[in-house]
Every structure is written in C-alpha cells, then in structure tokens.
C-alpha cells in the first residue's frame, strides 16, 4: 500500500536481510517467487530487473553507501543520471535542501559526519520519486539521538512522498511506528500481524 | 547521449578524486615513447622518398666499378632516353702548400638529369641554379673545399697531374645523397678533363654511373633489360632502390629505437594493469550501489568503457603532442648526417600513437575491469558476495598478447620481434626469479633481526608477488640508468683505449708497383720509419667446392653485396702482424708450391666457408682455384692494412697488382702530406683519422637518440614502482594502524617498513647492475668487438641507486602509514 511502512525485525542472523535481497531482486531465490508493483521479479534477467529497480525502488544502507569520489550533489545526482534524466541538478539540489543539507553540497563524504552521510543518503534514496523504498538498519551506524533524527526524517520523506517502506531493524522502537511488523526467527515469519 | 554525457562526468569525477591520474601518466609515457621514434622515423622515411629523384639525379642509374660497356648507352638511345654520365672517386685537390681530399665527381653534358645543382660565382654570394656543367678546364669546388685550399672563383688548383681553375662555387649538390661517411669536401669536374688528371689507374677505387631518363613506360622496359644485362659488379638502381644501404642503416637504428621504446610500454602496461586493478578494487562497492540504483550491466559497462576510452584519447593525444616534441631531441642531432631539411611527419605516427594507447587499454585495462561487471548488486548488503575473482588467465594472456603483438609490429621482422619478445621474456623472467628466491632467502635471514625487520621482513615474504613486481620494475629502470652513465662511459672508454695512440691514421691506396722503391725513398728522406707495402689485387670469388656463387646464394643483404662485389686479395709470404692463426697452418713451402689460401675468420663464416673448401676466383679474366690452408682472426682495431683473403704468391703475382700502405702521421708533419700528393699525384691518400672522429660524432649521436628513449623507460619503471606501491598502500596503512592499536611505537612500524622498502631496493640495485654488466659485456662483444672488464664500482651505483630511489617512495609511503591516528586506518579499513 502507498504510504503503508512496514519494518522487518528479528535477531542477527535470522535472514533479515537476505530478505531484503529478496525482495529488491537484489539476490535469487532457491524457491518461490517475488512480485514487485506486479511484476514477477525473477522471471527477468539481472538488467530487467535493474531497469524495474531503477523505476521504482529506492534504497537505504546501514553504512551509506555514498561513492566517495562524488560529491554529495553528485551522489543524490547520480540515480537521476543513470536514468538519463536532464534536470537531475535541480532535483538533487532540491531534495539536498529538503534533508536540511543545502549548505553542504559540494562536500565530500568522508567530511560529513555519519549523521549527515545518511541524509544524503536519504536524498539519493527519495529523489528518483520511488514507489518501494527499502532501508537496511538505517540507523545501525549512528549513535542514539543522530538516529531517532534520521528514522523521522525517513517516515516525513515517506509520508510526503507517499511510497511504500521496507525497514530492517531490530530496533524494536522504530519498527512499533511501522504500520506492520514482520519478526523473523531462522529464516522463517514468526508473525506477520498488522 | 546522455551516457557520453554521464561518462564524461564520471571522468572528471574519478580524476578529481585521484584514482585516474597514475593510469593517465602511464599511458601517455608508453605513447611518448613510441611516437617520438615513430615521428622520427617517418620523418627519415619521407626525406629519403622525398629525395629519390633528386638523390639519383636521374630516373634510373646504372653504376659499375668499372667503366660501361658501351651497349648500355647504345639501348638507351633506342629507348629514346635521355642519359649522361658520372665518374666518382677520391682524391687529393691541392693548391700550394695547401691539399684536401675530396670526393671528385667527373660529369659529362646533361648531368643531373633530375634536380638541379646550384652554383654562386663567389663565396658567400646569392646563388642560383646551375644550367649546364663546368666547361672543359673548370672545376666548381664547394666552399669546405675553397676554405680547405684559400683558394676562391678564379684561381687554379692542381688535381692529380692537371691543373684546373675554380669557375664556381658549389652550393648544393642534390645527389650527393644521403650517407653517413659522404662527408669529404666536394669537387665537380668536366668528364673530358679527366683522363689528363691520370687519376684512373689500375685497382682504383671509382665508381662509373649511367645516369637515364625519359617516359616512366621506357625506363621500365630499359631497367627490365638492363638487369637481365647487368656483369660482374654492374648494379641498376631504380627510385625504390635508391640508397639502399642508408634505407637498412636506418632501418636498423629505427628498430633499435624502437624496441627500446616499447621496453617503456612493456614498464607502463604493467604499471596500467596495476593501477586499473586498485581503481577496481575502489569501485566494486561503487558498482554494486549503482546496480541497486538500477543500472543495467550493459549500461554500467558502457558507462566505464566509455570513461576509459575518453581517458585514453587524452593520453594519446598528450602522448603525440610530447611524441612530436620529443622527435626534434632524436632527430636534431642525427638529421646532420641524413639530410638538410627533414620534412615535416606525417599523421601516420599519431595514429599509431592513439592505435597504441587503445591496444594497451584493451590488453592492461580491461581484463581488471571486467571484474567490475560481475559484482553482484548484493554486494550492497553483503560484503563477501565478490561474483568471482579476477580471471589472472584473462587479464595475463590478454596482456602479453598486446605486447607480443606491439614487439612484433614495433620490429617490422618475425625474427627480430620473436629474438626481442624472447629477450624481454628471458631478463624478466631470469628477474624475477632472482628476486623472489632473494626474497624468500631474506625473510628466512630476517627471522635473526629485530621484530622490526623481522615483521618487515615477514611482510616481504607474504608480499612476495607484489614485491617482485617492484623489485623488477625498478631494476629495469636503473638498468638503464647504469647503462647510460657507468657502462656507456666504460665502454667509450674500452673503444678508444684499443686504438694504440701511434696506430696508422693514413692509408696509402693505388700506389702503381714502379712507385714502390720512389715512395720507400720518400719516407725515408723525411726521416720517417719504413712502411710495408703490401699488394692488391681484385678479383671475384666465383665458387666454393665448385658450387657456383652469387647473391642468390645467400640471405642477408649484407653479404649479397659482399659476393657481388670483388674481394681485394692480397698475396704474401709471411703472415702479417696482428693476424692470429685460429685454424689451419700459415703457408708451408708445400702450400706455396700448389697454392693456397688463408681466409679471415669473420668473412669465412659470412660466407659459410670451411678450412680444406677448394675457393675458385677470377682476376683479371683469368679463374684460379686454391684450397683454404689456414683461418685467420684480424685486429681490425690496430688500424693496419689487413685482408680478408690472402693467397700465396705465384697464384696472383701475374695479375695487375697496385699497392696499399698505412702508416701513424703525428701532427707535426702535416705538410708530408701535400709534398706526398704533389710527389705522386696517382695515389689516394685517406685520413682514418678523421672517419674515426666522424664515427665516433655518429656514434655518440646515436647513443644521444637511445638515451632519450630510455629516459621514457626509466620514468615508466618509476611509475611502475609507484604503482605497485600504491597497490599495497591501504593493506600498509590498516597493518600500520594494527600494530600501533597493539601498542607498537611509532618508531617500530616505521622501521618494520623500512627494513621492506631497504631490500627491495637493494635487490633491484643488484639486479641492475648485473643486467647492465650484462648488457654491456653484449655490446662489448657482438657490436664492438672488444674485451670488457666490468666496471667494479657498479654495483656500488646500482645499490647507492636503488636505496636512493626507494627512500624516497618509502618515507612518503611510512609517512602515509602513520598519518592517521589507528582507530581511522582501520575503520577505513573496514
């Protein structure tokens, strides 16, 4: 559901994020089958994929993952560059300005703080306008305050933007503001309440 | 065009992060390299087509070391081609006091047939072009000469028994051709003044020429009926033919310079490799963010392709630009003895310059970067997905398929190139075994040192690939400094040394056999020591064991000419000084009786004669057939008369015979030399010492143009060391920080990595110094023919070098590794 947020809890290593490799078509499954916006996922190849990703999803990573040559204008650019979008400039630096960062944009990575590396990173995540965004432990690498600051950021983004969160933690506060909790225990949903 | 767009962001993205810069550099030493000798030798090519016409001075030319028979200018009538005639040979122009050796040129009406000669009527007046040749009684002299002589338009001078009047001053004589040795000062006579100069006698050394021109479908069918024609030391050239010994002599120099250059390629390709494998390294995580961002494989490939091929285009852009710069160092000095005016390069170089640059992205660059394409977008989520490793087959094979490929072109000859890669492999390889045995060796020795050097030492052995990398390339690199300065400067030293100071410097030719008592006389009157004087007589070796001989017998065009022209053989009863038996026995009274011959070693060999082989000859129209008795070895370098093939005497004694002597000339009786030419205006008198001074200027000229060239190979190998140092750096720093976080002072880390850097650049001194002992020792032998005593202060140089060259890289690299405080070495790390 657009708007709808829902968190992926459990303990480490109970296959959290290999669901969330799953889900992106980020990795291939044994078995089964994943459908995004109503595609079969795995009946395209790596690139039909990359081309459904880059439609729809939009990604957050527990250690940012920012490009470190790029500066952060050039990294929230980017996904907007891969989509051979003309007016990718505007819309990072809009968006930069919207997580609070218009004043850094020609910074690079390494002279952010952590805190500043995951809005960036937020940036780059909402520009392209996605209709999934998964975050993986988002907030796993910043300390307690400089998170909670984040984790609101991405439900004010989400709400604006309208898309649909996939959120793994196993910060059991973030995941109760999700509208649905799906705890895993070795590999396998223990519940999937709403 | 979005995706250019991108790429080229992505460029300027990657180079203001510095992860392009080392690449850049090595591509464009490796272009600069090989465009400067292929700028120059291009310009070298065109000037010597360019010239063809004007240095034949005609469309076809029939020359013959002895006059023409007269039915070849009876065919060109027919042929309805124009021709005219031209008599070469050297000899003494004296004026007074004064006497220079020239180069004469006797011409008939009409010559040249193509080109102009130019005539001014005074030294150091405008000049114009000539329109017809010295009238009967005239000579033109061109202005060494006239300064040589004092003499000026007007005066007379005396050549051989005539007396002539200078009528003009020669300023340029366009087929006075290209030559390294065509230096003596010049003189152009009328052919009808010769035979009262009575320079022409037996055995002298001239050159006839029939020069031709007319329609392009004449001269064809004359040149077809000329070489079906052509006798004994008769030879056709034609524009493609022309100067052709200067065309192999260059050739040869080009190959040479050439494959020195690509020792430059070989440095930077490894030296692109390595830089394109951290620049993967550093881009894996990259890449896999971008696949999360949806980018298609074939998209991101497309988007790396094109950033490098942009790369590339600037580097060979960059590497021609310099390339260009750097053909005026090679061929500033060497044009002098090539031409007046080179021509300007063509485009062609470049080409190969940017054909280059891409061969070495394709063969160093892409087998690294295909890794890229397999990353898995997982990678993001997962460190360990790595999607497979490198393919070292891919990325070696490819590599050295390039090289090999670029060996083979850059020799222009299956055998060399195949010799060359052989060699290039062999040194490497025969490296870098030496220096990963030494390695291990010194891992093994450390263990009794310190903890310092036992952990630098420790690390040696774990880094055993990437330090025989470094080692390798910088042993390269100071191989070829040594051999510029220590070896370079020893053998110049060796060459010179083997010349005694009293060696002859003048040689005596065409002295007749009534001249001989007259010309002892003569040095006696002067109070001057006697001199031997040997005879000459010429004649062609016409079959081995009755097998018939001729060019078509033997490959190399060295020894084509050899066997077409004729040998000058000599006969004597005793063996000359400074000739060395090495097989067989000098002549015994038995030999005398039958008739023998001794042969010189080298040309036996060139020839594929054995001693015992019956050597048939013909002399003055006469044939002889003699057994080779014995095999001599010469000392070309004691400077005397010597002989490839000496008979003994009742063999040749019948035949027209002239003489030879050579003898030492201190400065001090320079005017013996006029009274000698005045007193026997016949005989040729040529100063050696002046050839050796020019083939000396040549030599020295030639080693200039190498070590240009080298200089790319040692900045290539300074490139690779950077690179290889560069590939371990951030394994360094996070090793440095683990130490320091284990409580190591800073002083411990920093001497754990010196002790690293101080062998590897110890071990590259080494090795270099024994490459370039090796190398010289080479040259020594094949090229000088001398005995070269290794110099026994190079190793010395070669460490002094390779720890200079080292610490350099090493307190740069400690100082890297200690910059940051551990704790950041490491999370960077992670």
């Not at chain 2, 004469?104 to 009527?121: Q, T």
Request: charged fraction near 20%.
């Amino acid at each position: 559901m657009p708007g709808e947020a829902v968190a992926v809890v459990g303990a480490s290593g109970s296959g959290k994020s290999t669901l969330l490799g799953l889900l992106a078509g980020l990795d291939l499954p044994t078995a089964g089958s994943v459908h995004l916006a109503g595609v079969d996922l795995f009946s395209l190849d790596e690139d039909g994929r990359a081309a459904l990703r880059k439609r729809l999803v939009g990604f957050v990573f527990q250690s940012f993952q920012l490009l470190a040559p790029l500066t952060a204008l050039e990294n929230v650019m980017l996904p907007l560059e891969l989509a051979e979008r003309d007016d990718a400039e505007a819309q990072a630096r809009a968006m930069l300005a919207r997580v609070g960062l218009g004043d850094r944009l020609r910074h690079y990575p390494k002279l952010l703080s952590g805190g500043e590396q995951q809005r960036v990173a937020l940036a780059r995540a909402f520009v392209v306008e996605p209709k999934v965004l998964f975050a993986d432990e988002p907030t796993g690498n910043l300390d307690a305050d400089t998170g909670a600051a984040i984790i609101d950021l991405l439900f004010e983004l989400n709400a604006e933007r309208g898309a649909t969160l996939v959120l793994v933690t196993h910060d059991e506060m973030v995941a109760r503001r999700c509208t649905r909790q799906i705890r895993l225990a070795g590999g396998r949903i223990v519940n999937g309440a709403r | 065009m979005g995706r250019l767009r991108l790429a080229a962001r992505m460029l300027v993205r990657d180079w203001r992060a510095g992860e392009l810069q080392l690449l850049a550099v090595a591509l464009t030493v490796a272009v600069t390299s090989v465009t400067s000798v292929a700028f120059f030798g291009d310009r070298v090519n065109q000037a010597l087509t360019r010239d063809a016409h004007q240095l034949l001075g005609a469309d076809l030319l029939i020359t013959s070391d002895h006059p023409l028979d007269p039915r070849f200018s009876g065919e060109a009538r027919k042929q309805g081609l124009a021709s005219a005639s031209s008599t070469r040979f050297i000899s003494m122009a004296r004026r007074n006091e004064a006497s220079q050796l020239a180069g004469v040129k006797a011409v008939s009406e009409g010559y040249p047939l193509r080109g102009r000669l130019r005539i001014a009527p005074a030294l150091n007046v405008a000049d114009a072009e000539a329109d017809r040749v010295p009238g009967e009684g005239g000579v033109w002299v061109d202005e060494r000469l006239a300064l040589a002589l004092g003499v000026g338009v007007g005066d007379a001078i005396e050549l051989g028994a005539s007396r002539l009047t200078v009528s003009a001053i020669l300023t340029l004589e366009p087929d006075r051709g290209v030559t390294f040795f065509n230096l003596a000062p010049r003189l152009i006579m009328n052919v009808a003044d010769l035979p009262r100069t009575g320079l022409i006698q037996v055995g002298s050394r001239v050159t006839y020429a029939l020069l031709l021109a007319g329609e392009r479908q004449a001269i064809d069918t004359y040149a077809r009926w000329a070489r079906a024609s052509l006798g004994r030391g008769e030879r056709v050239q034609g524009l493609d033919s022309a100067r052709p010994e200067i065309r192999a002599g260059l050739d040869r120099a080009k190959q040479f310079l050439g494959l020195t250059a690509l020792l430059a390629v070989v440095l930077a390709g490894v030296a692109i490799g390595l830089a394109t494998r951290r620049y993967t390294e550093r881009h894996l995580d990259n890449y896999a963010v971008m696949r999360c961002l949806g980018a298609g494989q074939r998209q991101l490939f497309a988007l790396f392709a094109w950033e490098f091929v942009a790369l590339g285009a600037i580097a060979a852009v960059l590497g021609c630009a310099l390339g260009y710069g750097t053909q005026h160092l090679l061929s500033g000095g060497l044009s002098q003895f090539i031409a007046a005016q080179l021509p300007l390069p063509s485009w062609v170089p470049a080409a190969q310059g940017v054909l280059l640059a891409f061969v070495m992205l394709l063969g160093f660059a892409l087998p690294p970067l295909t890794r890229l394409g397999r990353v898995p977008a997982l990678r993001v989520l997962r460190r360990d997905a790595e999607g497979g490793g490198d393919w070292p087959l891919l990325s070696y094979g490819a590599g050295i398929a390039a090289l090999s490929g670029l060996v083979l072109w850059q020799a222009d000859d299956v055998k060399l190139g195949a010799h060359a890669l052989a060699g290039f492999a062999g040194a490497g390889l025969a490296f870098a075994v030496v220096a990963y045995v030494a390695l291990r060796l010194a891992a093994r020795a450390g263990r009794f040192g310190g903890v310092a050097w036992r952990y630098g030492f420790a690390n040696l052995r774990r880094r055993a690939r990437s330090s025989t990398v470094q080692i390798l390339a910088l042993a390269l690199g100071l191989t070829a400094i040594l051999l510029l300065t220590v070896t370079r400067g020893d053998l110049l030293a060796a060459w010179r040394a083997k010349t005694p100071p009293d060696a002859p410097n003048r040689f005596i030719l065409n002295i007749q056999p009534e001249q001989r008592a007259p010309l002892a006389q003569f040095f006696r009157d002067r109070g001057l020591p006697p001199v031997p004087i040997l005879p000459m007589v010429r004649g062609r070796l016409a079959a081995i064991n009755a097998v018939e001989v001729s060019a078509a017998s033997y490959e190399e065009q060295r020894t084509k000419r050899l066997v077409e022209r004729e040998f000058n053989l000599s006969y004597l009863d005793v063996l000359p000084a400074h000739n060395r038996i090495t097989g067989g026995s000098w002549f015994s009274a038995r030999d005398r009786e039958r008739g023998a011959l001794s042969i010189e070693d080298g040309i036996a060999r060139t020839l594929g004669v054995k001693l015992g082989d019956q050597l048939t000859w013909v002399v003055g129209g006469q044939t002889f057939t003699a057994p080779v008795t014995s095999i001599r070895r010469l000392d070309w370098d004691s400077m005397q008369v010597n002989f490839f093939v000496i008979a003994t005497p009742p063999l040749l004694e019948r035949h027209p015979t002239s003489y030879i002597t050579s003898f030492h000339l201190a400065g001090r009786h320079a005017q013996v030399m006029n009274q000698l030419a005045q007193a026997f205006p016949n005989m040729t008198v040529v100063d050696t010492s002046a050839i050796l001074r020019q083939a000396l200027a040549v030599m020295e000229r030639v080693v200039e143009a190498v070590q240009v060239v080298f200089l790319f190979t040692l900045a290539a190998g300074l490139l690779v060391l950077y690179a290889a140092l560069l590939a371990t750096e951030d394994e360094r720093v996070r090793e440095a920080a683990i130490m320091r976080a284990l409580g190591a002072s800073r002083g411990q880390v920093a001497s754990a990595q010196r002790a690293e850097f101080i062998a590897i650049g110890l071990l590259a001194g080494v090795l270099a110094a024994a490459g370039a002992t090796g190398i010289g020792a080479l040259i020594a032998d094949r090229v000088l023919h001398l005995d070269y005593t290794p110099n026994a202060w190079i190793g010395l140089w070669g460490l002094g070098l390779g720890a200079a060259c080292i610490a350099v890289n090493a307190m740069a690299s400690v100082r890297a590794a200690l910059s940051r405080p551990p704790i950041a070495a490491l999370r960077a790390a992670e």
